[in-house]
Nanobody, 121 residues
Framework: QVQLVESGGGLVQAGGSLRLSCAAS????????RGWYRQSPGKERELVAG???????NYADSVKGRFTISRDNAKYTVYLQMNSVKPEDTAVYFC???????????????WGQGTQVTVSS
């Protein structure tokens, strides 16, 4: 199995910054895409930022220029640097990794437990 553990969430004032981390453990043979999603009450989970194995990134329009996704392959960790946060960024943030546990396994999606981010105005 693969476990993902997020950290770094909390309460922050509008205009401030937070850095989320997502650390993976378990049996991982190959990594495909990794991403951060968020979900607020009454809304569907949405993609915030993604990074491919080649390092290409993509962002939701609402966070472009404010959030940055990065990775540390040696530490099996992905980060989300959140700057200039807004009250509408308030949500539970989840990380997602698409991995194979062996070279013969199919690609599978794994999710973290989520970390709450609350932005006060």
């Amino acid at each position: 199995q693969v476990q993902l553990v997020e950290s770094g969430g909390g309460l922050v004032q509008a205009g401030g910054s937070l850095r989320l981390s997502c650390a993976a453990s378990g049996r991982i043979a190959s990594i495909n895409t990794r991403g951060w999603y968020r979900q607020s009450p009454g809304k569907e989970r949405e993609l915030v930022a993604g990074i491919t194995v080649g390092g290409n990134t993509n962002y939701a329009d609402s966070v472009k220029g404010r959030f940055t996704i990065s990775r540390d392959n040696a530490k099996y960790t992905v980060y989300l640097q959140m700057n200039s946060v807004k009250p509408e960024d308030t949500a539970v943030y989840f990380c997602n990794w698409q991995v194979r546990q062996t070279v013969w396994s199919p690609w599978s999606d794994y999710w973290g437990q989520g970390t709450q981010v609350t932005v006060s105005s």
